[in-house]
């Protein structure tokens, strides 16, 4: 969401003869979708989320790509027609939201679900994600597998997008939490100090609700034995306020008791 100006931002992916990744938008309230952007390419890769700044929308467009045409007449499971090229590395697709040819940067291989925000700095775009070194997190929350622990974990990452096209990712914290949460109303496309997380498999029965400080790194965190703890949501204290002023929501379920 685009508060200011009331818009609906979104992605999506067109899997035929000519695929695609298109950015859309349409006001609040309305259903007619207008096309900003696009980006064509063979091998689609797989998106969960994107950045959205005041001016660009930012494809994370990791190295877990698929044919779309290896789906016609197939009867696997949509994740197993994806192949992870590590030696592609990690393409970051910059679509102007003023319209315009998509610009493509390069960084090191990462498989990301979950962008936490993104922002204009000057001529530099910079996206913070939670970003793991490879895929192998797909597998493990397989149907199968849930029960247990997954052992993967993302960093906290600061990707900045250079005008020329060059990247640079810097981590923030190492092997910490996913699903983040921001101070949305506040700072979503602009400059956050800020964000939560959790991780909901620390161990087996125990999950862990986080605070980044990612000017400084420092973290804090909270610990839930015997509970899965599943997205938190921040909540801002009413009548503004310090960008952390506020509540910090998450359902929790018990690993053994109907609670």
């Known amino acids: ?7 609906v931002v979104n992605v999506a992916q067109v899997f035929g003869p000519k695929p695609e ?14 096309v900003i952007g696009r980006w ?4 689609l890769p ?19 790509l698929v044919r779309p045409r290896s789906m016609l007449w197939s009867d696997r499971p949509y994740i197993d027609h994806f192949r992870w090229l590590p030696e592609r590395g990690t393409r970051l697709v910059v679509l102007e939201r003023a319209g315009g040819e998509p610009r493509i940067a390069e960084t090191d ?30 597998h493990e929350l397989r149907v199968e597998r849930l029960a247990q622990a997954p052992a993967a974990k993302p960093d906290y990452v600061r990707i900045r997008i250079a005008r020329s096209g ?30 939560w997380g959790v991780d909901p498999w620390t161990a087996q029965r125990v999950s862990t609700l986080f605070k980044l400080d990612v000017e400084t790194g420092a973290a804090r965190h909270a610990r ?36």
Request: charged letters at 25%.
């Open 109 to 138: 291989a990462c498989f990301v679900f979950h962008v936490a925000n993104g922002y204009d700095e000057g001529d530099e775009i910079v996206v913070d994600a939670l970003a793991y070194p490879h895929p192998g997190v797909v």
């Open 46 to 64: 797989y998106v969960h989320s994107f950045a959205l700044t005041q001016r660009h929308a930012v494809l994370i467009a990791h190295p877990l």
């Open 21 to 34: 990744c298109l950015v859309y938008q349409h006001p609040r309230g309305e259903l007619r979708r207008e």
């Open 224 to 259: 839930f034995d015997d509970w899965m703890v599943g997205e938190p949501l921040f909540v801002a204290a009413p009548g503004g306020g310090r960008e952390d002023q506020g509540v910090l929501l998450s359902v929790g379920s018990h690993v053994s008791r109907d609670a």
């Open 40 to 43: 064509r390419a063979a091998e």
């Open 1 to 7: 969401l685009d508060i200011e100006p009331g818009l």
């Open 166 to 195: 060059k990247a640079s990712m810097e981590r923030r914290l190492d092997q910490c939490f996913d699903f983040p949460a921001i101070h949305y109303s506040r700072v979503a496309g602009r400059r956050h100090r800020y964000c």
